[in-house]
């Protein structure tokens, strides 16, 4: 693997068992500042159990996780500079769009004013405006999807953490998401780490691929790398060239 200078994100011989067993075992990743990282593999093969593992939702048995330089392995959750978004959007029912996107806000004690503004930022850059006293019963699947990206925007982090945001999306949306969280990319130049079974997805996201299998990376290549040269069958298999 070619070292990284400065890495965003750098996870080192990362190892998580549940009880007996190992789901992921010394695994190491170093994603660049800005980079779209995609974790693409079967389901079953670790992805969001590391990418949980990356936001601090579960407790690691072994190895080390960096954020910005910064060792988090131990850190809370909120405290590691990260956004995630998830397949089912996780929205408060009861909160209309708009206390959804300020609630995390106001209990981390920001100003009003500094509130108000980064609503208006993230509700402009994903169009959700008109949607803002609404409540998420009264919105279409990808309105959801949107306001649940929203409410990783405003907290203003480095990292964004996407496991399978687009799953529960039918094809037409899902395809306009996707080409919506590009674009995104591109105005925040943040860093990405985008879970997904989607070949397709992966190819048109990634400025780098890590093919998961048994909780192993198989590769970590930009797409046509891997597609043109994938380093075995099962990469082949999954994404490779058919030749
Ligand atoms: P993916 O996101 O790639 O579909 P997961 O990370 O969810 O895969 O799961 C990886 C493996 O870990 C699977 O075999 C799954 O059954 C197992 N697993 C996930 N969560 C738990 C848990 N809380 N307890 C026990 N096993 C789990
Ligand atoms: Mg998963």
Redesign the pocket.
């Known amino acids: 693997m070619t070292a990284i200078a400065n890495p965003s994100v750098s996870i080192q011989d990362l190892s998580l068992n549940?009880?007996a067993?190992s789901?992921l075992e010394t695994l190491n990743l170093d994603v660049a500042e800005g980079e779209f990282i995609v974790l693409l593999?079967?389901?079953?093969?670790?992805?969001?159990?590391?990418l949980n593992c990356i936001a601090g939702l579960l407790d690691i048995s072994d190895g080390r996780i960096f954020i910005k330089g910064k060792n988090v392995t131990w850190e809370e959750p909120k405290d590691r500079g990260i956004g995630m978004v998830f397949q089912s959007y996780a929205l408060y029912p009861q909160m209309t769009v708009e206390r959804n996107l300020s609630f995390g806000l106001r209990v981390a004690g920001l100003p009003k004013e500094e509130i108000a503004k980064r609503i208006a930022r993230a509700s402009e850059i994903l169009q959700i405006e008109p949607l803002l006293q609404r409540k998420p019963a009264a919105l279409s699947g990808g309105q959801r999807q949107r306001v649940a990206i929203g409410r990783a925007l405003v907290r203003d982090v480095d990292v964004f953490l996407f496991d399978e945001p687009l799953s529960n999306l039918d094809a037409k949306l899902r395809s306009e998401l996707r080409v919506e969280i590009k674009l995104l990319h591109r105005k925040l130049e943040n860093t990405m780490i985008y879970?997904t079974?989607d070949q397709i997805e992966a190819m048109t996201l990634a400025d780098r691929i890590a093919v998961?299998k048994g909780?192993v990376i198989q590769q970590l290549d930009a797409p046509q790398t891997i597609y043109n040269r994938p380093v075995n069958r099962f990469v082949a298999g999954f994404l490779g060239s058919p030749a």
């Open positions: 549940f009880g067993i789901v593999g079967p389901s079953g093969c670790g992805k969001s159990t590391l879970v079974h998961m909780g």
